[in-house]
């Protein structure tokens, strides 16, 4: 059985049943059947439109500084690189921010207060990790 999903005015044609046995490799292991499939556009979390509205009031204007900053780095494309790295992280603040508690840990965590545990107790093989990613730079 062959599913057509439109998306943006274009059909994409997918195998149903190939969809269906891999998404029962995803679960318990049980073959699971696709009933029904919607295709919606995913949201870009990098895009600096979603980035700037998930951000809350006090993180904009320094998130807007270090764009504008990016964006005028970004003509040369040795810059673009950069501007893509940026956005990432500032996608991964918006979502850190936007957890109960946030502020109070970074302020504990600044203040040489708060509860940690040693990355070395939690990734035992942290040192050869960091290693490694050092040596592909």
């Not at 997918?14 to 499939?37: C, E, F, I, P, Q």
């Not at 790295?85 to 970074?106: C, D």
């Amino acid at each position: 059985m062959q599913l057509i999903v439109r998306l943006d005015g274009l059909d994409q044609c997918y195998n149903a049943d190939a969809l269906a046995g891999a998404a029962g490799r995803l679960g318990t292991g049980r073959r699971r059947k696709l009933s029904r499939v919607t295709a919606q556009p995913m949201e870009d979390p990098a895009d600096p439109l979603v980035i700037l509205r998930d951000l809350p009031e006090q993180e904009r204007k320094e998130f807007l500084r270090q764009y504008h900053r990016a964006v005028d780095g970004a003509h040369d494309p040795s810059g673009y690189r950069q501007l893509r790295r940026l956005l990432h992280v500032w996608s991964l603040t918006a979502i850190a921010v936007s957890q109960p508690g946030y502020y109070e840990e970074l302020t504990a965590a600044r203040a040489g207060t708060a509860t940690t545990v040693p990355v070395t107790d939690v990734i035992p093989d942290w040192t050869e990790r960091a290693t490694v990613a050092r040596n592909r730079r």
